[in-house]
């Protein structure tokens, strides 16, 4: 199962937050890396693969496009998420795989055809349609993305671990690659997730706090 490091940008620095309140987001200077400038946080940590939450583009009020084009040549694959409301709103860049969101992406997500869905889903719906996660799953399954990240917002920075019938749920909707972020706490989740058949899993709390080695973001991989 893939491991992907996840990387929020905000005013020009790595921030770190809990359950989607971006306006307490704080800037990410402990845990691995010494510093929250971006370049130097992905220099430290050395990830396969990257994630990264342009929160600034997501809410238009700025962008961090050229760090993103930094930071992406440094990583094997770095999956990005900046907002996207259109197919012509997608980011060209090497190593980046473009993030749509349904926060952003807009009501008719079958128009895009390319990157990853981001199924942002908070008490368990999702944003901002507020439609079952599984209903939207089977649907997309028709759709062109080259693979779904279910994204659960509330659990994000929460370290509060991972339902199973929730895992199979989602995974038996959807055919494709299928990752998953928000509230893993230690390895046994990562293995859950991995059991549950996903392809795999976004990660950042647990990393800082010890919980999952710096090893395996480095190798990629749960090992």
Not at 41 to 66: M, Q, W
Not at 116 to 140: M, N, Q
Request: hydrophobic share 40%; charged share 20%.
């Amino acid at each position: 199962m893939e491991l992907v490091l996840a990387m929020d940008l905000r005013r020009n620095l790595v921030v770190h937050g809990k359950s989607g309140l971006r306006a307490t987001y704080k800037p990410l200077d402990w845990g691995c890396s010494p510093t929250a400038d971006p370049l130097g946080y992905v220099h430290a940590i050395a990830p396969k693969f990257l994630y990264i939450a342009d929160l600034d583009r997501i809410e238009r009020t700025g962008s961090h496009d050229a760090i993103i084009e930094k930071c992406a040549e440094k990583v094997e694959c770095c999956y990005v998420d900046r907002g996207c409301i259109s197919p012509e709103d997608m980011f060209a860049g090497r190593n980046i795989v473009n993030i749509i969101g349904t926060e952003t992406g807009g009501s008719d997500l079958s128009r895009y055809s390319s990157g990853f869905l981001s199924l942002d889903v908070k008490d368990g719906t999702v944003i901002p349609s507020g439609a079952d996660p599984v209903h939207l799953l089977s649907a997309a399954g028709s759709w062109k993305f080259s693979g779904i990240i279910i994204l659960n917002i509330g659990a994000v920075g929460t370290e509060r671990g991972i339902e199973l019938h929730l895992l199979k749920s989602w995974r038996a909707a959807y055919d494709g690659r299928l990752f998953y972020g928000g509230g893993v706490a230690t390895t046994r989740d990562l293995e859950t997730i991995s059991r549950a058949g996903f392809d795999g899993a976004i990660i950042s709390t647990a990393l800082h706090r010890g919980a999952v080695p710096l090893e395996w973001i480095r190798r990629g991989c749960c090992c």
